[in-house]
DNA sequence: CATCCATGCAGAA
DNA sequence: TCTGCCTGGATGG
């Protein structure tokens, strides 16, 4: 369930793990077993991101591309040295979770002050396969699952890659290629222009348009429903009415609960009032997303509804987006 | 246990 | 618009 917010987390710490290093590399599962063999031994130069693709530089000139899809994630495990084990990705089992970054504080007031898991760090976070990294004084890196696309590992710790979609090895044209079909990432600190121009030229609902990763790379479901909800926009709204200011601030706001993603490791788009007054108690982090048939946080009254979007759930609340 | 479902998207129809 | 990818948690019997 990766939005771009959890490919960029992704990024940076297989950038902080493996960045300038010489890994290994294999592929337990066996459907990345060339590449796997043509990466093993080469230092990994950089890891980068753009919407929800991650990339890696090769020594030798050639780019790791992962795309999650729907069902993707890496899960990391390491000696202390490794920024903090977690997963990355879709959700897996109790304990696999994606962490807040060490040493990051939360400082906006929109943002969580109240989350309910342990301190990176602390020695009660739970780590893959059960063992907290504060207790292994050396690593021994358990056997991967069947399933591992691909395992990445230093001296200090491993990644397994599950469920991806795509995990290439790209030559540098293909990876610009590829970069060409999308669109700029607010992530990246991208300009809105080139989203703003098309959007304000199509006719496509702006709930569609945002979807479209070659017109803003990164948003997903969740990002579009919250982003619309607190745009006060209807989703089914043809883009090129939405008008080219409230565009722009559009793709600000999701840049905005897209570096809070990033921060948090989740998604949190209520502010922290409407959080504390939900109607029913509860500390909802979403407006819509999910919420069809419970009273909104802001008219309060039961008016989110689900539908469908080209085959996808489209959350909105009928009163307070027009 | 079986079945459904998901923060995604390419490719076919 | 529909199907398939590919994984595991949630749900229901």
Not at 77 to 95: L, Q
Not at 175 to 198: E, K, T
Not at 239 to 264: F, I, K, S, W
Request: hydrophobic share 40%; proline share 6%; glycine share 12%.
């Amino acid at each position: 369930m990766p939005e771009g917010h959890s490919l960029h987390r992704l990024a940076r710490q297989v950038d902080d793990v493996f960045g300038g290093r010489r890994v290994r590399a294999s592929s337990p599962q066996g459907r990345f077993t060339e590449g796997a063999a043509l990466i093993d031994g080469r230092v990994l130069e950089r890891a980068w991101a753009h919407g929800k693709h991650l990339f890696a530089d090769i020594e030798g000139g050639r780019v790791l591309h992962i795309h999650l899809g729907l069902y993707g994630a890496v899960s990391f495990g390491g000696d202390r040295t490794f920024t903090a084990a977690s997963s990355i990705g879709a959700p897996r089992r109790i304990g696999e979770r994606e962490l807040p970054g060490l040493g990051d504080r939360v400082e906006i007031g929109d943002a969580d002050d109240d989350d309910p898991r342990p301190a990176p760090g602390s020695g009660q976070e739970k780590l893959v396969c059960g063992v907290s990294a504060a207790r292994v004084p050396a690593l021994v890196a358990p056997a991967p699952r069947d399933t591992v696309r691909l395992r990445l590992q230093t001296v200090h710790g491993w990644a397994d890659l599950i469920g991806a979609t795509a995990c290439q090895l790209l030559t540098r044209q293909e990876a610009d290629v590829l970069l060409a079909r999308l669109g700029p990432d607010p992530l990246n600190d991208d300009a809105p222009d080139a989203f703003v121009d098309r959007a304000s030229r199509t006719r496509r609902p702006i709930g569609a348009v945002l979807m479209d990763q070659s017109m803003v790379a990164g948003v997903g479901n969740i990002f579009r429903a919250e982003s619309l909800f607190r745009a006060g926009l209807d989703p089914w709204t043809p883009a090129r009415e939405v008008g080219e200011q409230r565009l722009t601030a559009l793709y600000r706001d999701n840049g905005e609960l897209m570096r809070m993603g990033v921060r948090l490791g989740r998604i949190v788009s209520t502010t922290r009032e409407h959080r504390a007054a939900a109607p029913g108690g509860g500390r909802p982090s979403y407006y819509v997303y999910k919420r069809q048939g419970q009273a909104c946080l802001v008219c309060r009254r039961e008016t989110i509804v689900v539908e469908e979007m080209a085959a996808r759930k489209l959350y909105r609340c009928m009163v307070c987006q027009h």
